[in-house]
């Protein structure tokens, strides 16, 4: 793995950059996976249950940019618990 790898983040609507142990997995997988490129962690801040928005207010942004990503990552993190069966 190149040493010299970048790692930024940028917050849309608040966003934070999680380091707890739900949040940061993703994190360290996706800087570990994309050897070679520079990666930049978009945390998107909305209410836990607007999955809709979340994702709409990042897809706005990114369509904003005059080079986006050439190749993106989303997940979710959260609880079981807060799912509904």
């Known amino acids: 793995m190149d040493p010299n790898i970048t790692f930024d983040m940028l917050s849309v609507d608040g966003g934070i950059n999680n380091q707890l142990p739900c949040g940061a997995g993703f994190n360290g ?4 996976m994309a050897t070679g490129v520079p990666v930049t962690f978009i945390s998107t801040g909305t209410l836990p249950d607007d999955l809709l928005t979340e994702m709409l207010d990042q897809a706005n942004y990114l369509l904003t940019l005059e080079h986006p990503p050439q190749t993106i990552l989303d997940t979710i993190a959260g609880l079981e618990s807060q799912v509904s069966p």
């Open 29 to 32: 997988y996706t800087v570990g």
